[in-house]
């Protein structure tokens, strides 16, 4: 359970900003620190059981029958980046802190980044692959509200809708995946997919789903050619980018192909799919890095070359490559993560980002630019930071890979190219900003010069540690960083991890020579920059945000065309649309059958068969020929529903019976009042083509359904009603075997259909309060409605009824678990006994006799039902589970008791107050004033 406390105290700590930010900003950022802190010191905790190489592991029953429990796991790769989350996470907090101006909502930033901080980490942590894409799309939805914080600029709404829609769209594509996996896997616990992999990679729908979790890796991670998104989310504020885009979110779609390396890897495909799209973010990202002008844009574009140095080791698959990739995840978090620091000082202090319009900061920001240079020297891959040690890893793997066959000695030559990109945008960025003279226009030379310092030690202070660590990781690898990476490729392998040595030394080699080329061209690179960037001014640049909007704009205009050819207000036509999708979709069922008739005979006919099918066709011609006199046409609906209820009766299903007996009456009440409000006859144009469509559809509908009828009514069929009937009574302790069905087996279907049922009500009430329309004076023929609105016939019979319907009520509800009836049945006769004396009394002299909230009562009902569910958990056993027992009550005997009981009664009130709800609300929406004929 103690895994448990980890993922807890982040979402606690979602809560603290927003509680604190009165106290201040400093007391905010204190206390908002302490969760990812305690949360660190937990994970640490478990941090030498995992580099020994075990894996700390708990499991939460939740959903067992949909495969989604809560399951938590710390091995080596978590271990990885739950240290980058929490660790690189709470030195931006503190970062943030003094970065956010005065006038920032500091409760709500901060508050967004502990969110984050939970989805990303939760992603980290889950064993259950269902559980992980939860987290995912919350890492998707989180950095929405990050990246739009300041929803006032355009760009920063532009981002985040770009985010949010790529990233969402590679969420839907991963969970079809995980689905598929899972049926792959037959579970979709992690432990067990990753130790499936051999049945998973032998599957027929492997190479489909590589693709749709490589998608979702893809988007997510900002791989060739879903990249756009990124650099247009560093709109956020700095503190966000140094976050999302160095250490957390886009780190995610590497994580995820890392993850599932043993269920997914070792194949022909994984690998060409992840080293091409690799090498193809590499060099697009570098050379659009190295010719942008804003300080984030070319640290964005950074960010997307190295991870796609990281997805191109992980192509590359050899063991070694594996621990070059882990490596550089946690070389790349750090360096990169004081760069956004860094930059985002820069612009605290100068208030532009534009490269162009900087320089010759040293002198005035001596502290800032040292972190640059040891941030900025680590991403160029210089000695002796840890850059160059992952980067000399990459040049070995990819000397000795053969993933493209004849064609595996291009992979050197474009990774070198791809470094001296580096080597040449890293030395940009340096040589700029703190050494080269600012390129400023006559007007800005004309202003006087900027006047900028180092800001305030504790923004400094984690930028300054994290680049130091660049720097001591590079000194002192094996001891800082080997356990660590080793913990973590081992996780990855699924195997043992490959005997390595992290030095700056390996002696002259190749790898060495490559590094040393991709020095001397990077300071070539930057010599010869301008022409460089007049080459690629030849060629037009698009926007990419634009683009992106063009064709959202083009989907809109493309989708909003189909919804009007398809929703033009008509029901008929959605009811034809309707009706065709069904025939089609049941059409190509009945074709695969090879003969229409079964084995099994079909039951006898009987002269009551015959009179009760008579009578439903003949309410259904009867209701559908005199659809202009709406009164008869519900009268012969009902002999509809009566004739099914009849039925019921006869195939031995009594409760069946009472139910739509029940509903049949409380639907003619609802339809009738409904009716009162719209025109009493319809229109009398209906044209011969729309006459001849509903016909054919009519005609086509009946013979499909009767064919399926005969085909099934023909065969064996399987069924699970002799379960049922076998532990109805040793089980649920009842004899009616629906009634035990819907409050213990099925009790948590019946507790959602009562929850939909209660809002429905409570939708009706809201809808309908306070809404008052005026009656009709008469009919069509100007004949006025009776002045006499409650008829004393009516009135004395029902108040006769009422008790008696109320008494049959009890009985139905008691009788229910062991007999026909129950909570459901006993709470529609209540509310048709009510009903009709509203309907003979009206609704003020009801009211004051009955002074019910029946909003109270349905909600009531609901926490019952509820309730009796929770309750089961204080025993130890699953929600909604039942108990019951015989006991001896004197003068009345033994009697059986079971807490199903009380969930029939939450059933029974959430019934009576949402019937109520609806019915009397639509009945008491006119006034009494009633206009003349003149009026109308």
Known sequence: MSLLWIPLLTIVGTLVPVMTSRRGRKVCVATTLIAPLAALLLVLLHAPTVIGGEVVSMQLSWMPLLGLDLALRIDGLTLLFAVLILGIGSLILLYAGFYLSAEEDD????????????????????????LLWLFWELTSISSFLLIGFWGHRSDARRGARM??????????????????????????????????????????????????????????????????????????????????????????????????????????????????????????????????????????????????????????GSPLAIVAAVFHILNHATFKAALFMSVGIIDHETGTRDIDRLGALWSMMPLTGTMTILAGAAMAGFPPFNGFLSKEMLFEQSLVNDVLGALSGLIPMLVVMGAILSVGYSLRLVWSLFFAAPKLTREQKAQPPMKVHDPARGMLAPGLFLAAMSLLVGLFPMTLAAPLVNAASLAVQGDTTPLFTLALWHGINLPLVMSLAAVAGGVLVLINHKRFAAI?????????????????????????????????????RYQALLILTALVMTGIGLSQLNALTGERGLQPLDGMLLLGAGLMIFGAIGSALSHRWRLVSLLMLSVVGLSVSLTFVRFSAPDLALTQLSVEVASMILMILALFFLPQRPPLLVSGRRIVRDLVLAASLGLIVAML???????????????????????????????????????????????????????TFKLLNRMRLFMPAGNLEGIRWSRHRYPLILAVVAQILLPLALLVSVYIFLRGHNQPGGGFIAGLITSVALILQYMARGHDWTRQRLPLSYAVVAVSGLAIATATGLGSWLFGYPFLTSAFGHFHIPLIGEIELASAMLFDVGVYLAVVGATLMILINLGRITTVHRPSLEER
């Open 536 to 572: 690629a001014a030849l060629f037009p640049a698009r926007d990419a945000s634009l683009a992106f909007e063009a064709v959202m704009l083009r989907l809109i205009k493309a989708t909003l065309w189909l919804t009007l050819r398809l929703e033009n207000g008509s029901l008929q």
């Open 107 to 130: 409760g709500r930033f901060l508050s967004y980044m502990m969110l984050f901080m939970t989805a990303m980490l939760g992603i980290a942590m889950a064993d259950n692959l269902i």
């Open 709 to 763: 009828n005969y085909a099934l009514l023909t065969r064996e069929t399987l069924t699970i009603a002799d379960y049922f009937l076998r532990e109805a009574l040793p089980g649920g302790g009842g004899t009616n075997v629906v009634n035990v069905i819907l409050v213990d087996f099925r009790g948590f279907d019946t507790l959602g259909e009562i929850t939909v049922l209660t809002l429905a009500g409570l939708a």
């Open 163 to 316: 985010a949010l829609t790529v990233t969402g769209a590679g969420g839907l594509a991963l969970l079809a995946g995980f689905l598929l996996i899972g049926q792959a896997a037959g579970s979709f616990a992690l432990s067990e997919v990753l130790a499936a992999g051999d049945a998973i990679r032998a599957s027929a729908n492997y190479p489909l789903i590589l693709l749709l979790v490589l998608f979702g890796a893809f988007t997510k991670s900002a791989q060739f050619p879903f990249h756009f998104w990124l650099p247009h989310a560093m709109a956020a504020p700095t503190p966000v980018s140094a976050f999302l885009h160095s250490a957390t979110m886009v780190k995610a779609g590497v994580f995820l192909m890392a993850r599932l390396n043993p269920a997914l890897g070792d194949t022909a495909l994984w690998a060409i799919t992840l080293s091409l799209v690799g090498l193809a973010t590499l060099l697009y990202a570098a050379w659009f890095a190295l010719l942008e002008r804003d300080l984030k844009g070319i640290l964005a574009f950074s960010t997307v070359s190295h991870l796609g140095l990281i997805t191109l080791l992980l192509g590359l």
